[in-house]
């Protein structure tokens, strides 16, 4: 069984803070996928990285693959009250094309307080 | 364009009773993906369903069930509901190597 292990489960900072979750994991996974999701809805995927050692920014968050393909990291900088959300990491097996399932970590739940 | 489409939003069965929990995948998406997801957990993945057959299977009991349909609409029947079974049933779709698109959701709760 692959897991996927958060930390941290909680986190609450001020508004202007930066912070970083971590994804680890002993399996080696196709590629890692991180997702945000708020109250009554759906996960949001925001990025996939594929290649170990891959770095990703969207805007002021910055994605790592760990070069064993097993841990990545998210890093948000001066976070807003708007990053509030369930931060989900989900590791991607599979065979190619659409034929792959994910494992999901627990998340972190992010409060950025104003 | 609309997104996955998921319903009925909230659901209320008692225990034994059976469910059927509908999707309407992303417009040009042809795979469909289940997950549950109990309270302060993330989704855990059920089976995925490529034209019309079930290609995946994750580690849940034979009740849990699907279908899906030619125009790549799918449905999850859960039978025998038990109380375990509250939690929020999401449903993913996807095309070749995009990411999944989510659906907001189906909030069963057995009674």
């Known amino acids: 069984t692959q897991l996927l292990e958060q930390s941290p489960q909680f986190l609450s900072i001020q508004e202007g803070e930066n912070l970083t979750v971590y994804c680890n994991s002993s399996s080696v996974f196709s590629s890692l996928q991180w997702y945000r999701q708020e109250p009554g809805e759906g996960p949001v995927l925001l990025v996939t990285?594929?290649?170990?050692?891959e770095v990703k920014k969207l805007k002021r968050l910055t994605f790592q693959f760990g070069d064993a393909r097993k841990d990545s990291s998210l890093h948000i900088t001066a976070a807003q009250p708007g990053d509030t959300g369930l931060y989900l990491c989900?590791?991607?097996?599979?065979?190619?094309?659409?034929?792959?399932?994910?494992?999901f970590g627990k998340g972190t739940l992010l409060t950025v307080n104003p | 364009d609309a997104g996955v489409t998921q319903s009925p939003t909230h659901l209320i069965k008692t225990r034994g009773q059976q469910v059927t929990l509908r999707c309407s995948p992303k417009s040009g998406h042809d795979t469909v993906s289940w997950y549950q997801q109990a309270l302060g957990q993330g989704p855990q993945f059920i089976f995925q369903?490529?034209?019309?057959?079930?290609?995946q299977r994750g580690n849940f009991p034979d009740r849990f069930s699907g279908h899906q349909f030619p125009n790549y609409s799918s449905e999850l029947n859960v039978n025998a509901l038990l109380l375990g079974d509250s939690a929020l049933y999401l449903c993913?779709?996807?095309?070749?190597?995009?990411?999944?698109?989510f659906g907001s959701g189906t909030r069963l709760t057995v009674v």
């Open positions: 990285v594929v290649t170990g050692g």
């Open positions: 989900a590791g991607a097996l599979g065979s190619g094309g659409s034929n792959y399932k994910l494992t």
């Open positions: 993913a779709s996807s095309w070749a190597t995009s990411g999944y698109t």
């Open positions: 369903y490529y034209e019309e057959e079930e290609r």
